[in-house]
């Protein structure tokens, strides 16, 4: 079982940043997927363990960067330009095994408990 704690969601003005933070138990691939009011749970950004892939959703591509520090088993999520769109719990997820940077959903048995991000206009 790898365990997963996310931190650092909250309020913000649209345009600005945040940071979400992901520490495991140990050192898989990691993936960030956001649930917005009444939608699925959608993929955003995965990495590589080793962090020389990553992936992101076309929403996000120039704006959000996932990034790891395997010293620390933290995966990070900078996310610049925010919208108002972007308002979601986001979960961090990881799978073990030989796919890296994988944007499917069902390749992650464990998930976050997630953090709520909100995106005022």
């Known amino acids: 079982q790898v365990q997963l704690v996310e931190s650092g969601g909250g309020l913000v003005q649209a345009g600005g940043s945040l940071r979400l933070s992901c520490t495991a138990s140990?050192?898989?691939?990691m993936g960030w997927f956001r649930q917005a009011p009444g939608k699925e749970r959608a993929f955003v950004a995965a990495?590589?363990?080793?962090?020389?892939?990553?992936n992101y959703a076309d929403s996000v591509k120039g704006r959000f960067t996932i990034s790891r520090d395997n010293a620390k088993n933290t995966v990070y999520l900078q996310m610049n330009s925010l919208k108002s769109e972007d308002t979601a719990v986001y979960y961090c997820?990881?799978?073990?095994?030989?796919?890296?940077?994988?944007?499917?959903?069902?390749?992650?048995?464990?998930w976050g408990q997630g953090t709520r991000v909100t995106v005022s206009l």
């Open positions: 997820a990881a799978k073990r095994g030989t796919i890296p940077a994988s944007g499917r959903r069902d390749d992650y048995p464990y």
């Open positions: 140990e050192r898989t691939v």
């Open positions: 990495i590589s363990s080793g962090g020389t892939i990553t």
